[in-house]
């Protein structure tokens, strides 16, 4: 009886993977990049400014300073009747949504392209024009409708094309925001929870590649400037005492954003509370400019020290007023920058205190650490949180050490409430069968 040597398996499959993974990274990259640009114009044309240069340094927040009360409050409503029958013609005649997580999820991976793209378009168009709503869902909704529609095409299996669809979503956020590391850890952490070699390799990919190609129309460019702050055992102690702060403020924003997307309309109603809700920002952002957008003003300006503790509790009541009634009314976008935005606008008020106590630290460290203590609780992504503000920031790793002990506290606080909750939802639960039984 003889021996044969088993032949290794065939190679096409793995190469078709290879492509799929190239090709995902260029078409999330020049999908991102279209999105951002979009963005910008939009930006530009409604409130006036920077016309001729979209990537410019004139910043949103100045456009929109130097633009009149009455074209502010315009802009807001144009964006209201936008969103109200835009999202209202998405639910009455497009397909039912497939989001992200549930694609990766499902037996079918594919995700319908009319729909998404037209969804995808309605938050940036909205972000544009001033929504509190974050625009990081869009190009990775882009992304892995690319990358589904690439999979079918080469002929990946079910699992491949899951992979693939993971990848795209990362690929996107690593090309809007210019972050190619953090983009493919949102991969590992968030959405396929694994760090085996055959995920890490596709998702590293595909992210640099995307972040690459974006830098033909985004450039090299950081998403904040921020000065240099040094490490001090002031800044640490206060990232050890305010990280559970941190974690409770940002387990107490998930609950309050997801009951009013769980309550938000689909129907004849979404234009009227559309319309009333961002007539509402508007008439708001006449005294406060720096509510407009997803946040990312709030944010830069508490990382660069130009906030007042008055000013930034005022800015961070009414980020939070108008990011849950915008949800409420059945506007769509993330919440990544507006989490991160909340975070630093608490780190001003709360540093803000302590240098009463302990004086000495600047209130953009304590804005940049809180920060990302936010954002790792209320998006449940302490990794990616990291990675994501040293992309964002480029400040020096020293800074990993106070953002890793107000992460550690801010993660711990949250759990515990989240598993205090899961207990009494338990029991209401048991009390409800015993009751029926009876």
Same mark, same amino acid.
């Given at each position: ?42 930006? /530009? ?20 300073? %130097? ?12 964006? @209201?009747?936008?969103? #109200? ?14 989001? +992200? ?7 079918? &991976? ?19 024009? *001033?929504?509190?709503? *974050?625009?990081?869902?869009? &190009? ?17 299996? +079910? ?12 690929? *996107?956020? !690593? ?34 590649? %995307? %972040? ?15 000065? /240099? ?7 640490? %102690? ?32 979404? &234009? ?37 503790? #008055? ?6 009541? +009414?980020?939070? !007023? ?7 009314? @059945?506007?769509?976008? #993330? ?8 975070g630093a606008l608490l780190a001003i008020v709360l540093g803000g205190a302590w240098t009463l106590i302990w004086p000495g630290t ?19 992504? &302490? +990794? ?48 409800? !069968? ?5």
């Amino acid at each position: 009886m003889s021996t044969s040597t088993p032949r290794p398996a065939p190679a096409e499959p793995l190469f078709r993977l290879a492509a799929v993974t190239v090709l995902t990274g260029i078409g999330a990259g020049l999908g991102g990049m279209a999105l951002a640009l979009l963005l910008h114009l939009i930006q /530009h044309l409604a409130y006036g400014y920077s016309i001729t240069l979209l990537v410019g340094h004139e910043s949103f927040y100045e456009g929109v300073a %130097a633009a009149s009360a009455e074209r502010r409050i315009g802009v807001l409503l144009a964006c @209201g009747v936008i969103a #109200g029958f835009g999202w209202f013609a998405v639910y009455r005649y497009g397909r039912p949504l497939v989001s +992200i997580k549930k694609a990766i999820s499902s037996g079918d &991976p594919l995700m319908p392209p009319a729909t998404t793209t037209a969804h995808a378009l309605l938050q940036i168009i909205t972000v544009a024009l *001033g929504s509190p709503l *974050g625009r990081e869902v869009a &190009p990775r909704e882009v992304g892995s409708l690319i990358a589904g529609w690439l999979s079918r095409y080469a002929g990946l299996s +079910i699992e491949q094309t899951r992979l693939m669809v993971a990848c795209g979503a990362g690929a *996107g956020l !690593a090309a809007v925001y210019n972050v190619p590391f953090g983009g493919a850890i949102f991969v590992l952490e968030v959405l396929l929870r694994s760090f085996e070699l055959r995920v890490v390799i596709p998702a590293l990919v595909s992210s640099v590649i %995307a %972040a690459v190609v974006a830098w033909l129309g985004l450039g090299d460019e950081s998403q904040y400037i921020v000065p /240099h702050f040094a490490l001090s055992a002031n800044l640490v %102690a206060w990232s050890i005492v305010m990280g559970p702060v941190f974690g409770v403020a940002a387990f107490a924003f998930v609950q309050l954003t997801s009951r009013a997307r769980a309550a938000a309309p689909k129907g004849w109603t979404l &234009p009227l509370l559309s319309i009333a809700n961002f007539l509402v920002i508007g008439l708001l952002a006449v005294s406060f400019p720096q509510i407009l957008g997803n946040g990312k003003t709030p944010a830069q300006l508490g990382f660069s020290n130009e906030l007042t503790i #008055g000013l930034a509790a005022t800015l961070l009541l +009414i980020k939070v !007023a108008i990011t849950v009634s915008s949800l409420r009314a @059945g506007a769509q976008g #993330g919440l990544l920058t507006p989490g991160m935005s909340n975070g630093a606008l608490l780190a001003i008020v709360l540093g803000g205190a302590w240098t009463l106590i302990w004086p000495g630290t600047p209130i953009g460290a304590f804005a940049i650490v809180g920060a990302t203590a936010f954002l790792a609780s209320s998006m449940n992504m &302490p +990794i990616t949180a990291l990675v994501l503000m040293v992309e964002f920031t480029r400040v020096d790793h020293d800074f990993l050490v106070p953002m890793l002990c107000a992460v550690a506290g801010s993660i711990a606080a949250n759990r515990l409430l989240e598993t205090k909750m899961k207990a009494r939802s338990e029991t209401a639960l048991t009390l409800g !069968a015993n009751a029926e039984g009876a």
